[in-house]
Nanobody, 122 residues
Framework: VQLQASGGGLVQAGDSLRLSCAAS????????MGWFRQAPGKEREFVAA????????WYADSVKGRFTISRDNSKNTVYLQMNSLKAEDTAVYYC????????????????WGQGTQVTVSS
């Protein structure tokens, strides 16, 4: 399994960015795909997740209403649309995948991609 994250960059507060996670190596039906982030000096935290099969989504409270996770089956890609970005959204963002069942913010993710840096200037 390979996960390739892209789309990060330097933006101003209030701007938008869309991150992409290209997944390959297997069929991801039944998998939960997640986005996590880690800011300097902080622990990695859950951002959002989507169940590939149904499209059901979960979000951290800090991003609800601003971020949207989605997937494109034909492209085997998961997206994270980030709107109304804030300085506190600055972090390295990682995509991840798991075949485990459970609460997406708490279960173990088996596969991780490399991170993509998002920097929001205030």
């Amino acid at each position: 399994v390979q996960l390739q994250a892209s789309g990060g960059g330097l933006v101003q507060a209030g701007d938008s960015l869309r991150l992409s996670c290209a997944a390959s190596g297997r069929t991801f039906s039944g998998y939960i795909m997640g986005w996590f982030r880690q800011a300097p000096g902080k622990e990695r935290e859950f951002v959002a997740a989507i169940w590939w099969t149904s499209g059901s989504t979960w979000y951290a409270d800090s991003v609800k209403g601003r971020f949207t996770i989605s997937r494109d089956n034909s492209k085997n890609t998961v997206y994270l649309q980030m709107n109304s970005l804030k300085a506190e959204d600055t972090a390295v963002y990682y995509c991840a995948a798991t075949s485990r069942n459970g609460v997406p913010s708490r279960i173990e993710y088996e596969h991780w991609g490399q991170g993509t840096q998002v920097t929001v200037s205030s």
